[in-house]
């Protein structure tokens, strides 16, 4: 039998299969993550590219996302998703690559990752998970804390003075040639998610079109790290985040 009998788009196992796994998440009730999950999932179904899309996961949280979407996969080390997501689309310019990220992956360790990669222009999306907090090693306190939170390693709420100011990445990011869509969002109510999945589609069409980077900052909620229900969580990330992390495009080039 002919290889080209055999490689038909009717024997392939991309497309066949739901993007969402069915998987028990591992997240903890009320975290944004799965709902973040959901929303890629369908873009990625929506848009029919399940066998060109390369997801490049991270440290942190967010580190398990390869179990719960039927994509291809890389993993990278801790802040360097960047990098790696560089290299797979520089060698697979016909694939849709995106990073997934948390605050203490990205806007951390990673900074000079996301900064350079973003000022070149790299033709990658980079979905972004701010919830002010390092969330898998036990709550400490992350770049992006505001000041007054507490943490577990800010028992008293952040110090400008000791601890410096929260950091406004994706603000910084808007500002690069590089970039071509820049946006903040959230996932806490039906008409937030809706726009959060209007912004994800929009950044791997752009992807599609070759315009450059494109950067997704969700706002999020750690109600275990915040030590406080979810319900509760969504409040405070209302009245304290959004605030100082106001939603909406930056940058739509």
Request: charged share 20%; glycine share 8%.
């Amino acid at each position: 039998m002919d290889i080209k009998d055999i490689i038909k788009p009717e024997n392939k196992v991309y497309g066949k299969t739901p993007v969402l796994k069915d998987a028990v998440l591992h997240y903890c009730p009320g975290c944004s993550h799965g709902v973040v999950h959901k929303l890629i999932a369908e873009v990625i179904e929506e848009m029919g590219i399940q066998d060109k899309t390369i997801g490049i996961s991270p440290v942190g949280c967010s580190v398990f996302a390869y179990n719960y979407l039927d994509i291809d996969w890389q993993q990278a080390a801790h802040g360097r998703a960047p990098a790696l997501a560089t290299a797979t689309k520089r060698l697979m310019p016909d694939k849709y690559v995106f990073t997934y990220q948390g605050d203490g992956d990205l806007a951390s360790i990673g900074t000079a990752e996301i900064m350079h990669a973003c000022n070149r222009g790299e033709n990658i999306v980079v979905i972004f998970i701010n919830n002010a907090i390092y969330g898998m090693t036990g709550g400490q306190m992350a770049p992006t804390t505001l000041l007054g939170q507490v943490t577990a390693t800010t028992p008293y709420g952040r110090q400008a003075d000791l601890n410096g100011y929260p950091l406004k990445i994706t603000e910084l990011i808007a500002q690069l040639e590089g970039t071509c869509y820049v946006t903040r969002q959230s996932v806490q109510n039906p008409a937030a998610v809706r726009k959060t999945k209007k912004a994800i589609r929009k950044a791997f069409e752009n992807s599609a079109m070759n315009k450059g980077t494109s950067f997704v900052e969700v706002v999020s909620t750690c109600n275990s790290g915040w030590k406080t229900t979810p319900v509760k969580a969504n409040k405070w990330m209302e009245e304290n985040m959004f605030p100082f992390y106001p939603l909406g495009d930056m940058k739509d080039r």
